[in-house]
């Protein structure tokens, strides 16, 4: 895996104000563009990693919305690999989810909560 180090020489993805032209845009939302989606998704997780590792040294609560489907899944793998490799906790972690489909039940395969268990929570503390 491609250290934290080489991760933030690659692409830095905190936020930043948007340039003087850029006021005038129709979009606001801060937004990085990779070329690459295995960097993309470790740089992802290593940030999440960092937010989660901040919150647990403030003793507080690590809340995230997180999604489903294809696009999440290499950064759900990457923070696996943290916490068995790196000994990241998810303790002090909350998620919700951003949607969920009505009236199916949780265990079902398609559903996002089963989703979620699959590729994350039985995977982490």
Same mark, same amino acid.
């Given at each position: 895996m491609i250290a934290e180090e080489q991760l933030r020489n690659l692409k830095d993805i905190s936020y930043q104000e948007a340039g003087i032209y850029e006021n005038t845009r129709f979009e606001k939302i801060h937004n990085v563009v990779f070329d690459d989606s295995n960097i993309a998704s470790t740089i992802v997780a290593a940030e999440i990693a960092a937010l989660i590792r901040k919150k647990q040294e403030e003793n507080t609560p690590c809340v995230l919305g997180l999604?489903? #489907?294809? !696009?999440?899944?290499? /950064?759900?793998?990457?923070?696996?690999?943290?916490?068995?490799?790196? #000994?990241? !906790?998810?303790?002090? /972690?909350v998620t919700f989810n951003l949607d969920e489909?009505?009236?199916?039940?949780?265990?079902?395969?398609?559903?996002?909560?089963?989703?979620m268990h699959e590729y994350l929570f039985n995977h982490v503390d």
């Open positions: 999604a489903t #489907g294809s !696009s999440p899944i290499k /950064v759900y793998e990457e923070l696996v690999r943290l916490h068995k490799e790196e #000994g990241l !906790s998810f303790e002090n /972690v489909y009505y009236p199916m039940t949780k265990q079902n395969v398609q559903s996002y909560h089963y989703f």
